[in-house]
């Protein structure tokens, strides 16, 4: 017997968890940017680097709760389908929060809003 509930769970945790590490390496990319072309240190650049430093902090979130859902936090994983929900509910608004402050543009969909769900 195959347990669908938990194939889609795993999943869904596997595409939020892939969309935190795209976001996370790409920050990273964008902060050495800045570094290695020394505008890091104008103000223009402190500013962008304040901002992906606070997209860091909100994807280190993202990643906690991503965390809690998996079960393999401290905190034991919530049980509820509304607070499942709220969970991933939080995690995107944690990524278009960071998106805006790291000079994304699009949008992407919500991977709890996917057709089929």
């Given at each position: ?28 990319a964008a ?51 509304e607070r ?28 709890a809003r996917?057709?089929?769900?």
């Amino acid at each position: 017997m195959v347990d669908l509930q938990g194939a889609r769970h795993e999943r869904r945790l596997e595409m939020y968890r892939a969309r935190v590490t795209e976001r996370l390496r790409t920050n990273r990319a964008a902060v050495e940017t800045l570094y290695q072309g020394g505008t890091l240190f104008s103000p223009q650049g402190t500013r962008a680097g304040r901002a992906l430093l606070r997209a860091h902090q909100l994807l280190q979130r993202a990643s906690t709760l991503l965390e809690q859902l998996s079960g393999d936090g401290v905190v034991p994983a919530p049980r509820l389908p509304e607070r499942i929900d709220e969970h991933y509910r939080e995690v995107d608004t944690l990524l278009s929060r960071s998106d805006a402050l790291s000079g994304r543009n699009h949008r992407a969909a919500s991977v709890a809003r996917l057709p089929g769900r």
